[in-house]
């Protein structure tokens, strides 16, 4: 208990955690968007892309994250643009894009002195050494995001549902869709100190999905996502930091444990149903003995 005590008095161990806690928030919301538009696939291509906006920053001396930013909003916003005039799906356009902005990244960095170590760092993350101005970045980015939420939430979510029915009810979807791409990727380039750009999608989606095993309805689904995230970050940087282990990877593991405790804790839940139901529910047989025996 000493030890655990003496960790988050370390100042880079509660940086790390108020930048996890607050990306991971965010994420447990946006998760579930993903999951319900199916674009998980969308995700890992925008964090592998800002890949190249990562080096460009490094190569020219300017902060990574933000031309990563950049760079990556430039993407989401064109793709749109590119699926109408190459008349390509989007997963195809997509799988052109991360190879591509992801070996751009690859040459730059190793241009670059000592590359390996930096690269390291950003593929697969290191929370632990997040900066001050890094704080402040994501502080920005959760206060935004989170009035975007409180103002746009229901709507977003109904676009993501049924993009017909929104249209019906007089919502703007391409705008909306426009937004939701904006947010993801601006929640993803941040994150890619977090877990690397490899990894974060574990983020979005495993937490989202072990929420899905326990929830009855969206609300309640809205409620754990965030909370199942919350607690996957929290443990996984405790456990990094008393098992000695990467970060990001250590984050990535402990909501995949979340998610399979969760999935198993759905199939008890379902078989116990089911026998009740089973169990409450006379046979066929028995309600024809009883009708005959009525009968006579």
Do not use: C
């Not at 800002?50 to 993407?75: C, E, M, N, Q, R």
């Not at 996984?236 to 250590?250: M, Q």
């Not at 999935?263 to 139901?277: E, G, H, R, S």
Request: a positive charge; charged letters at 10%; zero cysteines.
């Amino acid at each position: 208990m000493n030890t655990l005590t003496d960790l988050l008095s370390l100042v880079f161990i509660q940086r790390a955690l108020i930048a996890g806690l607050l990306l991971a928030t965010l994420a447990g919301i946006v998760g579930i968007m993903t999951l319900i538009r199916k674009t998980a696939f969308y995700g890992d291509a925008v964090a592998h892309s800002s890949l190249a906006g990562v080096a460009i920053g490094l190569a020219f001396g300017v902060y990574p994250l933000f031309t990563a930013l950049i760079y990556s909003v430039i993407v989401a916003l064109a793709l749109p643009s590119l699926k109408k005039r190459l008349s390509l799906s989007l997963d195809n356009i997509l799988g052109i894009l991360l190879p591509f902005s992801m070996g751009i990244g690859v040459l730059i960095f190793s241009l670059l002195p000592g590359y390996q170590p930096e690269m390291m760092s950003f593929l697969f993350g290191n929370i632990l050494t997040i900066q001050l101005q890094e704080i402040y970045l994501i502080i920005g980015i959760f206060i935004t995001t989170a009035i975007i939420f409180w103002q746009l939430l229901p709507q977003m979510l109904a676009t993501s549902l049924d993009e017909e029915y929104a249209t019906l009810l007089g919502l703007n979807v391409k705008w909306l869709q426009r937004l939701y791409e904006v947010l993801l990727t601006i929640i993803i380039v941040a994150g890619v100190k977090l877990l690397g750009v490899i990894l974060i999608n574990a983020l979005l989606i495993i937490p989202a999905s072990a929420a899905k095993n326990l929830s009855s309805s969206l609300k309640l689904w809205l409620i754990l996502s965030p909370i199942f995230s919350v607690i996957t970050v929290l443990g996984g940087i405790i456990s990094s930091v008393l098992l000695n282990t990467p970060p990001g990877a250590t984050i990535a593991v402990f909501s995949g444990v979340v998610f399979v405790i969760s999935q198993i804790y759905k199939n008890v839940l379902t078989f116990v149903n089911m026998q009740n139901k089973s169990i409450s529910l006379p046979s066929t047989k028995t309600v024809m003995i009883n009708q005959k025996n009525n009968d006579s």
